[in-house]
């Protein structure tokens, strides 16, 4: 049973572009809409999150949009740069019992 | 990563022998998780602790056994370890109203 489908698998754009990666979810009991950062050798690190009292949260290049009828909700990446070239994760929150269940991850490559 | 260590960093261990992780945290955080790493499946928790001697099963909890005995350490044992469970082993630490804080991993090779 897959509770979270993230999209896609990995994105290649130039520096400078805007990176979309999406994120779709089937249980209405996620809270909490966190997306995560991971370098190679490196833990996943919190990018941004969003609750789902607001449809859309920017945090300088970053923004969480956010669809609570359709159950979806997408990182952009402003101004793409090389530096931004990490795997990305949605991990949305069961409310009970503070569980983040993860997306497979989208591996993002930002060319100079 | 600050307030959270898990040790061994790299592990190679023998198919049927018992290992066990640790993680550890200064931060008195009330819940920690434990998550394996596989291509292709992101994270996925093992099992997690909501306080001292509470823990619950997660969705690929076969195979493990926890045990938190003070709020700064939670164990994960493998009882008898298998190829299947190569991976990369993260812990977290959480309170309620924010996001997880993830060691550096733990890389262990069952040959």
């Known amino acids: 049973q897959q509770q979270v489908k993230q999209s896609p698998q990995s994105l290649i754009v130039q520096k400078g572009g805007i990176s979309i990666i999406n994120c779709a979810y089937e249980n209405t009991a996620f809270d909490y809409f966190p997306w995560y950062q991971q370098f190679p050798g490196k833990g996943p690190a919190l990018l941004i999150a969003?609750?789902?009292?607001?449809s859309e949260k920017k945090e300088g290049r970053f923004t969480i949009s956010f669809n609570k009828s359709a159950k979806q909700f997408s990182l952009h990446i402003m101004d793409s740069q090389p530096g931004d070239s990490a795997t990305y994760f949605c991990?949305?929150?069961?409310?009970?019992?503070?569980?983040?269940?993860f997306g497979s991850g989208t591996r993002l490559l930002v060319r100079p | 990563d600050a307030g959270i260590t898990q040790s061994p960093r790299h592990k190679v261990t023998e198919t049927g022998t018992p290992v066990t992780l640790r993680c550890h945290q200064t931060e008195n955080h009330r819940y920690m998780y434990w998550y394996r790493q596989d291509p292709g499946h992101g994270l996925r928790l093992i099992h997690y602790s909501y306080g001292v001697k509470d823990t619950d099963k997660g969705e690929v909890s076969d195979g493990y056994s926890v045990s938190r005995s003070k709020t700064e350490d939670f164990l994960l044992t493998l009882e008898s370890a298998t190829s299947s469970q190569t991976s990369v082993y993260f812990c977290a630490i959480s309170e309620q109203s924010y996001g997880y804080t993830f060691g550096s991993g733990t890389r262990l090779t069952v040959v």
């Open positions: 991990a949305p929150r069961m409310d009970s019992s503070y569980k983040l269940i």
């Open positions: 969003i609750r789902p009292d607001v």
